[in-house]
C-alpha cells in the first residue's frame, strides 16, 4: 500500500498535512541490537518509545511497523482523548481495591491533560480541544440511566467537577439534537485530530534518537529477540503494541479478539448548521443507548461520527475489506439526521473503519515480565486514545525499574483469560453484539429496560 493509499484509510489520514504523511521511513535492513525493540508503532508503540527517549536519552529504542505509524487504530479512530476506562469501577475494584479503582480513575483524568501537554510540548498541532464529553439522554430510559450513572460515578467520591447531570435546557443549549431529555456531562475528554497526533508522536520520538522502521512486519517474539521478515532486533527489552493485530501473532493467537468499529464524516457544514447544534466548545457526544456510537465536530467544521455494530469474523481474521460495511454505515447515517434533522441533504465525503482490541474479561492491562524482559499494553475495547498514553508511561517505568504510582495502578501485571477456541469466540463475541444492537429496539417497542442488555452493559465499553 502507497503512502497516497494511506490517505483512504480515514478521514483523518486524508487530511493530513503532507509533512505529516511524508515518505516511507526505512525498513529495517538486516540484524541488529538495541536496548529496546518496540513491536508496533501505534500511539501505545510510540508512547512507550517517547516517554523511555525522554527519560533516558542514552537507551537505544527501536520501533518494528508492519505498515506505516498510525496505520492502525491510531490513525483511524473517533478522536475522543477520554478518561473513559472500559472496565467498570467495581470490577476494577473487586480485582483490586477501592482506593485503586479510584486510583486508576483519577490517572486517567489526569492523562486526558498529558496529551495535550506531551503534544503542545512537541509542536504536534493535533487539534486538542478539552471540551468534555455530553451524553445525551432522548428516552426516560435514558433518562434513568443517566440519572443512575451520575449517582453511580459520585459514589467513588468524584464530584460535579467530574460529572454532572444536565438538564433538557442545558443538554440542547450544548447540543441540539431531537428529543433531547436531559444529559450527563463530564469534562475528562479531549478531541482531538487522531492521525495528526500519531503520525507527530512518530516525528516526536525520531527527534529523541528512537529508530522507527516501517515497512517491518514482526513474525515472532522471544525472550531478548524479535525476529522480522527483514532480519532479527536482539534487545534486553522488548515491548508489544499490536493491539487488534495481537491475534495475529504466533502464540497470542487467543489473547485479543479484534472487534470492528466504524465511522463516517460528513462535508464540511456552514456556520449556520453549527449555530443550530453547538458543539462550540469542542465536545465530543454520544448517547445513552445501548449500541455504542460517538461523535465529535472536528476542526473544519465536520461531523466524524462512528460506531460498532460489524460483526466479529471467524478466527479473528482481519482484511481490509473488514473495514469497509455499506449497511453500518447506512445506519450510522440514519443516526445522525435523526439526531440532527438538519444535515438531511448533506453529503457524506468519507467512510472508514478499523479493528480494535477486545481481551477476554473486556479488562485493559499493562504488563513487564522481568525474565522474560517482554512487555506489553492493550486491550483497550476501544477506549485507548488517552489510555494507550498512561500505558507507555507505564511501561517506561516498568521497563527502567522504576516503582512509581503509575507501576501500582490495578490494570498493572493482571492477566486476562484468554479466549475460546472458534466456533465458540465466534458465537461469543457475535451474541454480544447482536444483543446490543438490538436491544435499543427492545427498548422502544416495549418501553422497558433490556434485560439481557443491562445483563451485558458492565461488559461492553470503548466505542
Ligand atoms: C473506528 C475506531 C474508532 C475508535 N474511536 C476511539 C475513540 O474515539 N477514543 C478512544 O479512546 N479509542 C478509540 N478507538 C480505539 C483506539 O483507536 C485504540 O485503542 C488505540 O488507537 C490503540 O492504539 P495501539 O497503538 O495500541 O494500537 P494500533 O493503533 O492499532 O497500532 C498497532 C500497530 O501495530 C502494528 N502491527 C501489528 N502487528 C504487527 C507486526 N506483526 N509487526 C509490526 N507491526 C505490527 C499495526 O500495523 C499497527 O500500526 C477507536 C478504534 C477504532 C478502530
Not at 535492513?29 to 533516558?56: F, Q
Not at 537507551?59 to 475522543?80: D, K, M, P
Not at 501537554?117 to 445525551?136: F, P, Q, S, V
Not at 473503519?353 to 475495547?381: E, H, Q
Amino acid at each position: 500500500m502507497s503512502l497516497a493509499e494511506h490517505r483512504r484509510l480515514s478521514l483523518w489520514w486524508d487530511t493530513l498535512p503532507d509533512d505529516l504523511v511524508g515518505d516511507l521511513r526505512p525498513p529495517l535492513e538486516g540484524s541488529t541490537d538495541a536496548d529496546v525493540a518496540i513491536v508496533g508503532g501505534g500511539y501505545t508503540g510510540l508512547w512507550t518509545a517517547y516517554y523511555l527517549a525522554k527519560a533516558d536519552p542514552s537507551l537505544r529504542v527501536v520501533v518494528l511497523e508492519a505498515r506505516t505509524a498510525g496505520f492502525g487504530a491510531s490513525g483511524r479512530n473517533g478522536g475522543w482523548a477520554s478518561a473513559l476506562f472500559p472496565t467498570s469501577l467495581d470490577k476494577v475494584a473487586a480485582e483490586s481495591s477501592r482506593e485503586g479503582a479510584v486510583a486508576l480513575q483519577r490517572a486517567m483524568f489526569d492523562t486526558v491533560d498529558e496529551v495535550g501537554r506531551a503534544a503542545a510540548a512537541e509542536g504536534i498541532d493535533c487539534h486538542y480541544r478539552k471540551g468534555g464529553t455530553i451524553t445525551l439522554a432522548r428516552t426516560p430510559l435514558q433518562l434513568e440511566r443517566a440519572q443512575h450513572d451520575v449517582e453511580a460515578f459520585r459514589s467513588w467520591g468524584f464530584g460535579e467537577d467530574d460529572a454532572v447531570l444536565l438538564t433538557a435546557d442545558e443538554a440542547r443549549e450544548r447540543l441540539g439534537a431531537t428529543d433531547v431529555l436531559g444529559a450527563t456531562y463530564t469534562p475528562h475528554c479531549a478531541a482531538i485530530h487522531p492521525a495528526r497526533l500519531v503520525r507527530g508522536l512518530a516525528q516526536a520520538v525520531e527527534r529523541r534518537g528512537v529508530a522507527v522502521h516501517e515497512g517491518t512486519k514482526v513474525t515472532a517474539i522471544e525472550p531478548g529477540v524479535v525476529r522480522t521478515e527483514r532480519g532479527d532486533v536482539r534487545a534486553r527489552h522488548i515491548v508489544r503494541a499490536t493491539e487488534a493485530w495481537t491475534s495475529q501473532l504466533p502464540g497470542y493467537e487467543r489473547d485479543i479478539a479484534p472487534v470492528y468499529s466504524l465511522m463516517l464524516a460528513t462535508e464540511p457544514l456552514p456556520d449556520e448548521v453549527w449555530a443550530q447544534i453547538g458543539l462550540r466548545r469542542g465536545e465530543t457526544f454520544n448517547d445513552h443507548r445501548h449500541l455504542i456510537i460517538y461523535g465529535q465536530r472536528t476542526v473544519d467544521g465536520r461531523f466524524a461520527f462512528g460506531g460498532r455494530g460489524a460483526p466479529y469474523h471467524f478466527g479473528s481474521t482481519i482484511r481490509p475489506e473488514f473495514d469497509r460495511d455499506p449497511a453500518v454505515y447506512d445506519e450510522l447515517w440514519r443516526v445522525l439526521r435523526d439526531l440532527f434533522p438538519v444535515l438531511s441533504g448533506r453529503e457524506v465525503t468519507h467512510t472508514w473503519g478499523g479493528p480494535l482490541g477486545i481481551p477476554r474479561d473486556w479488562f485493559p492491562t499493562v504488563a513487564y515480565d522481568t525474565d522474560t524482559g517482554i512487555g506489553s499494553a492493550g486491550g483497550y475495547v476501544g477506549d485507548g486514545v488517552a489510555s494507550s498514553n498512561l500505558a507507555g508511561r507505564t511501561l517506561a517505568d516498568l521497563v527502567r525499574g522504576e516503582d512509581t504510582e503509575r507501576t501500582r495502578l490495578p490494570w498493572v501485571n493482571r492477566r486476562s483469560k484468554r479466549w475460546e477456541p472458534e466456533p465458540f469466540r465466534w458465537l461469543g463475541v457475535n451474541l454480544g453484539l447482536r444483543v446490543m444492537g438490538s436491544a435499543d429496539g427492545v427498548e422502544a417497542r416495549t418501553g422497558k429496560p433490556a434485560k439481557r442488555a443491562e445483563l451485558l452493559a458492565p461488559l461492553l465499553g470503548g466505542h
